[in-house]
């Protein structure tokens, strides 16, 4: 979640110094990769709130390790449609040996 801080400085000559601040301290990180154990190929993206973010082409069916730094919903879909799994909280997950293993194709936050 982004939280927007503003605040003003009002000097001795008068002037206004308003500076605005965004800081993403609860952003989601999500960790992929392809084989168990966190082995293979890899990437880590941010998810910002309320999007869906759908893996690369070349990704398609292949993800295998997660990590996730807070609440996530993975589905099968690259759309974030259909059947969706949700792991709460900052966690890794393998599904090496899971149904969900090479499933997940796009994630959002809770
Ligand atoms: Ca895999």
Redesign the pocket.
């Known amino acids: 979640m982004r939280s927007l801080n503003n605040f003003c400085v009002i000097t001795t000559s008068i002037l206004f110094i308003c500076m605005t601040t965004i800081s993403s301290t609860n952003a989601l990180i999500v960790t992929l990769?392809?084989?168990?154990n966190f082995n293979?190929n890899r990437m880590s993206f941010e998810i910002p709130a309320g999007t869906c973010s759908a893996l690369p082409d070349d990704w398609t069916?292949?993800?295998?390790?997660m990590g996730h730094s807070d609440c996530v919903i993975a589905c099968f879909s690259r759309n974030c449609q259909g059947v969706c799994v949700e792991f709460t909280g900052q966690a890794n997950a393998d599904?090496?040996n899971s149904d969900n293993?090479?499933k997940f194709n796009s994630f959002r936050g809770c």
């Open positions: 990769t392809q084989d168990s293979g069916n292949t993800v295998t390790s599904f090496s293993n090479d």
